[in-house]
């Protein structure tokens, strides 16, 4: 028997419109700093300009993932389109890693081989990006914890900001030193920033593809809570897996005294079950699939696995 909980939309239609709100703030200054990095030959205004370039393709996925989030499931995906968010996800952790190589290599070359900079452009282009990201922070904080997309997008919006910190300071290195490899400095700081936050998201996005358990579930725990019901004398195929954001769904064989199927205890046991794995451990397991077995049939069951 199945048991579930109804789920709203509204979170999804809250963040659909944060996001596309960053979004539009994001390629409207795109573009302004890739002709920042163009005028002033900076690798560091370039690689803010990259990441920003990444973070609209990924506001942009994460647009996308929002929107299908919030069609019916139907026959043939019978969970909806709960998973487009964590396939979004390790998308924009693949996009990161490309990113950081291409600038890690760049950066390296031009500390062994300097290259002209003009640090005034690259100071005020600076500012502007981080302008545009506070901006895009402000409209993304409060749908931080909504989901994986939603989270991902403040991350790395917030290491966009940083950058553009970076940036400036580099440029006032830059102009009050004339040494104009701070550019490059720079530009591994960016990198630095960007490659653990997207090994993260992948991993995380990784895991629940995978089907892993919940990190914050210990399955013996669940095992056991589940053994302390009246009747219960087993538990076994327990399996817990993440589809999505706030949906987390369980399954077992559950093996009860025979004398539950007679006096009608078994009904009960069930519903004492799903009650449990609802609301006793750190996170809810919002669907849980239990099959109540006797002892003669959970036997037959072992000797047909082995």
Not at 28 to 40: D, N, P, R
Request: charged fraction near 15%.
């Amino acid at each position: 028997m199945s048991h579930s909980h109804n789920h709203s939309h509204s979170h999804s239609a809250t963040s659909r419109k944060r996001l596309i709100a960053a979004l539009t703030v994001t390629l409207s200054i795109l573009v302004a700093e890739l002709i920042g990095a163009a005028l002033s030959n900076s690798l560091a205004l370039l690689a803010d300009a990259g990441h920003m370039a990444v973070d609209s393709i990924c506001l942009l996925t994460a647009t996308i993932a929002a929107i299908l989030m919030t069609k019916p499931r139907d026959g043939h995906k019978t969970w909806g389109y709960a998973r487009a968010e964590v396939i979004a996800a390790a998308l924009q952790a693949g996009m990161l890693l490309i990113l950081t190589a291409f600038i890690a290599t760049k950066a390296i070359s031009n500390l062994m081989y300097p290259s002209q900079l003009h640090s005034g452009p690259m100071m005020i282009f600076g500012a502007i990006g981080l302008l545009a990201n506070l901006i895009s922070l402000a409209i993304l904080a409060g749908g931080r914890k909504d989901n994986l997309n939603m989270r991902a997008a403040f991350l790395e919006v917030a290491t966009d900001a940083l950058g553009s910190v970076a940036v400036i300071i580099a440029a006032g290195l830059a102009m009050v030193t004339g040494w104009n490899s701070w550019d490059a400095i720079a530009s591994l700081i960016i990198v630095a920033m960007m490659a653990p936050r997207a090994f993260i998201l992948l991993r995380n996005a990784l895991r629940i593809l995978m089907e892993t358990a919940p990190e914050e579930l210990d399955l013996d725990e669940v095992r056991k809570h589940i053994m302390e019901v009246d009747h219960v004398e087993d538990v076994h195929d327990l399996h817990v897996t993440t589809i999505g954001t706030g949906i987390v769904a369980l399954t077992a064989h559950v093996t009860v005294d025979d004398s539950c199927f007679y006096d009608g205890h078994s009904i009960g046991i069930l519903h004492e079950i799903q009650d449990c794995v609802a609301s006793h451990f750190p996170i809810s397991i919002s669907h849980s699939t239990i099959q109540i077995d006797t002892a003669a049939h959970r036997d037959n069951e072992l000797l047909q696995h082995d």
